[in-house]
């Protein structure tokens, strides 16, 4: 079932059930969907735009979760954190810091790395061969640290 069916099936079991929490989270994320239509003036969309949209919305959680921390709000922290795992719920499992080890390692080789200056290139050929299933931030550090 595409991504886009299944969030409309579960903002509709939230809504019968009155899950408030959820009901917004779901909400938030059809209506991230939607705006991805807009955009593209397409009249649905693909589980990997529906994904790239949630990544992103993902994002936005722990950049708000970060600073609404730092700004003492516990509350706001809660709540962006409660929505962050529904979001989760729908992405895919990135890879844990051996397995990405393991294909920073392969794409140095691959493309030859000698120093920073080569970062593009693995950066590349790591997300060409594993966007999926990659964490972006940990790609980087690691690569940084493989090319240092």
């Known amino acids: 079932m ?3 069916d299944q969030i409309n099936d579960q903002l509709k079991t939230a809504m019968k059930a009155q899950d408030k929490l959820r009901l917004t989270a779901l909400r938030s994320i ?4 939607i705006n ?18 949630l990544r992103r919305l ?3 959680r722990q950049d708000s979760i970060t600073e609404y921390g730092k700004a003492g709000r516990q509350d706001l922290v809660d709540q962006e954190q409660a929505e962050l795992a529904i979001i989760e719920e729908f992405l895919p ?4 810091e051996a ?8 794409a140095v080789a691959k493309a030859g790395a000698k120093g920073p200056a080569d970062m593009g290139k693995v ?9 999926a299933e990659l964490d972006g931030k940990l790609a980087n550090r690691l690569v940084r640290e493989a090319l240092a």
């Open 36 to 53: 991805g239509m807009k955009e593209t003036g397409a009249d649905s969309l693909s589980d990997e735009a529906a994904l790239e949209l």
């Open 2 to 4: 595409p991504l886009v």
């Open 99 to 106: 397995t990405t080890r393991a294909w920073v390692a392969e």
């Open 123 to 131: 950066m590349g050929l790591l997300m060409a061969g594993h966007k």
């Open 30 to 33: 059809r209506a991230a969907f």
């Open 93 to 96: 499992k990135l890879a844990d």
């Open 58 to 60: 993902g994002k936005q």
